[in-house]
């Protein structure tokens, strides 16, 4: 009988699914740990932000939210229409759980034909994830030894194109006339820019959507809006791409956003002063920092997101991430080819950037 059940138990087991899932930068439970891992914001959301917790209802939360979120459809259409110079509608809009949970349902909403979709093979690592996951094949394209990504290598036929933009963890950005070229050789698949990172200084193709009907742009509220644990994520688009990423959201989850985020974010929204505040604040570190890590021998991309991809020219990445992680400072460290020797390094507050400083001067 006790053979009987370890059979059991092994063959039970045998219908787990076989995935290597995505792993995200660590959390310390050390409040005193600098954290420069997880491209986080360094500073609170808007004051809006604090002012709808502080007055929300909590009774509300007794009933289901908005199934649509539609409330801050609206507001995310306003935005961006002002910000684009273009009409979006609620119906361009799509709200999901945080940029990853808009990507995951763009995913199996549009990645089901007999052809490999394609994106860049340093990019972010939750593609070949949600690949594995809904059964999408796939294939990679080489990026160049400086990381930059060649718009020729998305022009064979395929099922569909990803590019982050900027890309991550590269940081590197392309511009507008790449954007356009990809689209003009990709008009029979869905091709989606993933710009969770575009606030802090690249060409948003936003506009693009009004003339590109198979193309789908998603961004975030956690870089630039500080909301990362609220999970926030959006998508822009044409009508059918959003009806079908409702219906997909409709078949596993009909309410992805809560009463307090949809209000929160709805707030966050519309400060459009705090956020260029910002963002501002984010970007002139970076630039600052930049200077002073090229002085102490690192080669550094250039930038256009909240964090660094360095690599230093003769200390290990290895090296570098164990010395920093001893001094109470975590940044994120890959042993995969192409990157092993570069560290992710998100920008801080000036003082956590200084800190950094500080112990990479002690280890140089």
Known sequence: MIWDVEIMEKTWKKNFLNIEPYTAGEQPKNASIIKLNANECPYPPSPEVQRVISSFKSDTLRQYPSMDASPLRRAIARRLSKANGIELTEKNIFVGNGSDDVLATAFRAFFNGDKPILFPDVTYSFYPVWCELFKIDYKTVPVSDDFEIDVKGFYPENGGVVIPNPNAPTSIAVGKDFIVDLLEHNRDCVVIIDEAYVDFGCYSAVELTKRYENMLVTQTFSKSRAMAGMRIGMAIGSPDLI??????????????????????????????????????????????????????????????????????????????????????????????????????????????????????????
């Open 243 to 364: 009806a079908m990423l409702d219906a997909v959201k409709d078949s596993y989850n009909s309410y992805p956003i809560d009463k307090l985020a949809i209000e929160a974010g709805i707030a966050a929204i519309n400060d459009e002063a705090y956020f260029k505040e910002i963002v501002g604040r984010v970007t002139a570190t970076r630039e600052r920092i930049a200077n002073e890590l090229k002085e102490l021998g690192f080669n550094i991309a250039k930038s256009s997101t909240n964090f660094f991809f360095a690599e230093h020219k003769s200390l290990s990445a290895r090296e570098i991430f164990e010395h920093l992680r001893s001094r109470g400072i975590y940044v994120r460290y890959w042993d995969k080819p192409k990157i092993s020797n570069r560290l992710r390094i998100t920008i801080g507050t000036d003082y956590d950037m200084d800190k950094l400083v500080e112990a990479l001067k002690e280890l140089i």
